[in-house]
């Protein structure tokens, strides 16, 4: 501990007054050449605060030159006198500040010069005073009165710059309260105490209080640059806000460089981001485009749980699961031919599951479904005592006894990337309640097998259908009905986009249907646009992502070309050859209003006088006319939106597709008119539990 008190100056500079005797004349006989080359060597520009040693020096070398009488101007109560700083390595220094001149402030006056010692470093009380034109002028700074000397050994970094004053030898105590002095061995103490360069640095042999953390991280001056800075308990230390630039962290303490946390390794390295397909036109769906984007996956596919990837096998069931599904669409009765072909049996390594074949549920020129049964090892008696395991079983995404099965060929992946990134993005929410799951993907050289949620309600192509074969309705399905659907779908489409998905291929048979059974007692009558009182367990699941399009991989200003064989299901953009985004999904979306609407296939025409805005050069409408008793108010607002998506891109918060608040906009008064007109008639849960029976009827249990 470093005391700098009134009564202990007075005592040092009552030693330094007493009267000079002739020996002091030596001094000046040393010549001012010794004296520079010496001090040079023990003085640092540093350390020139205007006393002491630097101060010595230049006072008995003006004195030489220049007269006895002149004054020093602007002196204050901190430079009375003129201290040096007593250098213990450097003791052989030759002191030339003695000076032999009358000092009149204390009645003295040297006569005669004698030889003064080298050991003694003695100063006069007072130094000749040069010609202020032929001496460089210092600053003496004057100290606030509040000030107090620092209490370390020697002076601060933070105030040498300064040139604050006094500057003189410090008187340093040892007490129990000095930092980073250990007092538990005495040895260790003097060695300590004799290289520490502050009291606050360790000497590495005390041992730190907290758990894991160094004396040097935790004792180190807060004015050194950090370069061994380690992060410790958050719990016991706090740690340093950190600073978000840009997209990436940076801590608030300034350090060389960013050391990795003690016990992670090196430090992660950091994956560029950007989108991975930088042409400003192509098409999403060519085979290079999509297998260049999973190459380039960040995390990689292989990560995804339920991936497996077997590309030096072969599977070679294809042909076998073929054949047994057109016998089975044949519903042969006779016995012996039914025993010839049982069933095929998946299983594929890493899995403790098997798969029986059931039926052929869709057909594809490249991909057909089929039901399978799903055994897993855990369903029978062996497994009931098994160990319970977080993500499995109970504990995991519960798997029903019959689930789907899409066979690809050529195998590919992207399906299933698609799907379990609308699942990872829209989280836990009613859109994602929306898109069935998907389970595994089974990757061989010749073929591969998703396998996904399978419902048994059918589509919603089988209800416009049971619509159309009703006689004794309309031969349409009930407005308030196409209205709820309506509002499902374009809840979803809105998420999905704003994700960044584009499904690419919406259509009434690729729509679910999603009756879940409720109690009576736990689903009102009474619709409810936030999904309470049993609605949110009502409505549709989308399937068939094959043609989907993850739009956070292309540059935001992409311009897609089709080169496939268009269609009417396609939109007026891909049919007249010009480049598209977000359309595709949007006159898909209409398509299915149409079908539930009229019952047939949408089929529209172009208005060459309509408005014009946002880039299009024709507007679009349907050419089947509305019924006078439908809400027309309603339905023109939602083809206009859905045929002509570039007239309402101003509303939109930059101006581009998607139109998602536009979306937002015609769905909210959906919701208002049914939430008032939902009891009108029979009612709308009436209709669904109808449709619900008339599905049921039609479709037998286990398939479709």
């Not at 220094?93 to 004698?114: K, Q």
């Not at 977080?390 to 690809?408: D, P, Q, S, T, V």
């Not at 996904?452 to 589509?459: A, F, I, V, W």
């Amino acid at each position: 501990m470093t005391f700098h008190t009134k009564a202990a100056t007075d005592e040092i500079y009552s030693i330094f007054n007493q009267p000079l005797d002739d020996a002091a004349q030596q001094n000046e006989d040393l010549g001012e050449d010794t004296a520079d080359d010496d001090y040079d060597d023990c003085t640092s520009g540093g350390e020139s605060t205007g006393t002491g040693l630097i101060e010595s020096r230049g006072t008995s070398r003006a004195a030489s030159e220049v007269g006895d009488d002149d004054e020093i101007k602007g002196a204050t109560e901190w430079s009375d006198f003129t201290a040096s700083k007593h250098n213990p390595l450097h003791s052989d220094v030759e002191d030339t500040g003695a000076s032999s001149h009358e000092i009149e402030d204390l009645g003295i006056l040297t006569d005669s010069i004698a030889t003064v010692s080298l050991s003694e470093n003695l100063i006069t009380p007072t130094s000749p005073r040069p010609d202020p034109s032929q001496v460089r002028t210092k600053f003496v700074p004057i100290p606030p009165e509040d000030y107090e000397p620092p209490a370390r050994w020697g002076r601060e970094n933070t105030k040498s710059s300064q040139n604050r004053l006094p500057f003189m030898t410090p008187i340093v105590e040892r007490t129990e309260s000095s930092l980073g002095m250990s007092t538990h061995n005495t040895q260790n103490e003097r060695r300590s105490f004799a290289a520490a360069k502050t009291p606050s640095r360790s000497n590495g042999t005390r041992q730190s209080t907290l758990p894991g953390v160094n004396d040097d991280d935790l004792m180190s001056s807060p004015f050194q640059e950090m370069t061994d800075y380690t992060a410790i308990n958050q719990d016991e230390v706090p740690q340093p806000p950190l600073l978000k630039l840009g997209n990436t962290k940076t801590s608030a303490i300034p350090t060389k460089a960013q050391v990795p946390v003690r016990g992670t390794g090196a430090s992660k390295e950091v994956v560029p981001k950007g989108p991975i397909i930088k042409e400003a036109q192509c098409n999403p769906t060519d085979s290079d485009i999509r297998k260049l984007i999973l190459e380039n996956l960040q995390p990689p596919i292989s990560s995804y749980d339920g991936y497996f990837y077997r590309k030096d096998q072969t599977s070679g069931r294809s042909a076998e699961i073929r054949k047994f599904a057109k016998i089975a669409e044949k519903k042969c009765g006779d016995k012996t031919t039914t025993s010839i072909f049982m069933p095929p049996i998946l299983r594929f390594e890493g899995t403790d599951r098997e798969y029986t074949v059931k039926k052929e549920l869709g057909k594809g020129a490249f991909a057909p479904v089929y039901l399978v049964e799903n055994t897993g090892m855990d369903d029978g008696p062996d497994g009931a005592n098994e160990p319970a395991v977080m993500g499995k079983g109970k504990f995991g995404l519960e798997r029903r006894k019959l689930e789907a099965i899409k066979m690809e060929n050529p195998p590919t992946a992207w399906e299933f990337y698609i799907m379990r990134q609308v699942k990872r993005r829209l989280g836990v929410s009613r859109a994602a309640d929306s898109v069935v799951h998907a389970y595994e993907m089974h990757l061989f050289a010749d073929e591969g097998f998703l396998i996904e949620e399978y419902r048994d309600q059918g589509t919603l192509l089988d209800l416009v259908n049971i619509a159309k074969a009703d006689t004794a309705g309309s031969g349409v399905m009930d407005e308030a009905l196409v209205i709820f659907f309506t509002i499902e779908l374009f809840r979803t489409v809105e998420a999905l986009h704003t994700k960044g998905i584009l499904h690419g291929d919406l259509k009434a048979d690729n729509c679910l249907v999603r009756f879940s059974t409720v109690a009576d007692s736990e689903w009102s009558p009474r619709y409810r646009r936030d999904g309470t009182a049993g609605w949110q367990n009502q409505g549709l699941a989308l399937i068939d992502f094959g043609r989907g399009i993850d739009m956070k991989s292309f540059t935001p200003t992409v311009q897609f070309i089709a080169d496939w064989k268009t269609g009417a299901q396609d939109c007026a953009e891909i049919r007249e050859m010009r480049p598209w985004t977000y359309q595709i999904d949007y006159h898909g979306l209409a398509g299915i209003v149409h079908s539930m609407l009229f019952g047939k296939y949408i089929d529209t025409v172009a208005d060459q006088g309509g408005r014009i805005g946002g880039g299009a050069t024709k507007t679009y409408h349907i050419q089947s006319p509305l019924k006078r008793y439908w809400q027309q108010d309603i339905w023109n607002a939602v083809f206009d939106l859905l045929l002509n998506p570039l007239h309402h891109v101003e509303k939109e918060e930059k101006g581009v597709l998607p139109i998602t608040k536009s979306m937002r906009l015609v769905r909210e008064e959906m919701e208002e008119w049914l939430e008032g007109n939902c009891e009108r008639g029979a009612g709308l849960k009436n209709a669904i539990r109808r449709m619900e029976g008339a599905i049921r009827e039609r479709i037998r249990p286990g398939g479709r």
